[in-house]
């Protein structure tokens, strides 16, 4: 049993026409798609093409400099912080862990957005908490510090944490990449079941095309900045089109959930 949502309908996400520059440097260019409510979605490409920006523009951390982010109906910028709380959960690519909080401490930090003005948990809270820290398998680390954890261990109590808010839209960037193998599949498999029973919209940035492909119901890939191709898997997981982007030999294995294999050069 997941720890059940609010009964709160995911809302859809559109990117219209976006753009957005570090100063002088366009980072992306023209990005239109829409992601529906309740899809799970990848986000795939090569280093430097715009996917952890796509997220900060999604978050409201930036603005962009042209189009618009809305999330249901209404531009990004104009919800509330405490609002887009209760409506977005995020698992960032990096966060430094630097005070000593116990694990239990660090996973209610994402019952922010539910508890009262004065801060103090509620049974419920530490019954979320728990429970999200049984699903991620860190239930045993709930009095260890964080800050004594390894980093896929520290990476595993931000996704409980994520989880713990019970946002409709869960957002990950590259959150396998800190993760065993073992620990790549059960999140997948986690994200597949809140994504099927709970009607959650995922959206993640992910390298792993296999798990993307198995796993999403579109996939999105980013290049230079543009949205190169949107569609399911079978549409974007292509020869031609993978190696273009990403500049590499690949065979993929046909079918609705292509597999991708990289042929050695020589």
């Known amino acids: 049993m997941t720890p059940s949502t609010p009964h709160i309908i995911p809302p859809g996400i559109v990117f219209d026409h976006v753009q957005f520059s570090y100063g002088e440097t366009p980072v992306l260019r023209d990005v239109t798609f829409a992601v529906e409510p309740g899809e799970f979605v990848g986000v795939i490409g090569p280093n430097g093409a715009g996917k952890t920006t796509l997220l900060r523009l999604l978050t409201g951390v930036r603005a962009s400099s042209a189009g618009q982010v809305r999330i249901g109906e209404r531009d990004v910028l104009s919800i509330p912080s ?27 930090l994402g019952r922010f957005p539910h508890t009262s003005f004065l801060g103090y948990e509620r049974e419920e809270d530490l019954r979320v908490a728990r429970s999200t820290m049984e699903l991620v398998g860190v239930a045993h680390l709930a009095a260890r510090s964080v800050t004594d954890l390894s980093g896929g261990e520290q990476h595993r109590v931000l996704i409980a944490r994520a989880l713990a808010q019970q946002a409709p839209v869960l957002l990950l960037d590259e959150p396998n990449a800190h993760l065993d193998l073992h620990y790549q ?18 959206l993640i940035i992910t390298h792993d095309l296999n798990l993307a492909g198995m796993y999403c119901d579109r996939i999105i890939l980013l290049s230079d900045g543009s949205a190169a191709a949107w569609g399911t898997p079978a549409e974007v997981l292509r020869e031609d089109i993978l190696e273009e982007h ?18 050695r050069a020589g």
């Open 246 to 263: 990403f500049r590499v030999n690949v065979r993929v294995d046909g079918g609705d959930r292509p597999h991708v294999r990289v042929v």
């Open 185 to 202: 599949v059960a999140l997948f498999d986690l994200l597949a079941k809140l994504h099927r029973d709970e009607g959650r919209t995922v």
């Open 82 to 108: 405490n609002e887009r709380a209760h409506l977005l959960a995020v698992v960032p690519q990096n966060e430094s862990v630097i005070f000593p909080y116990t694990v239990e401490a660090m996973v209610l």
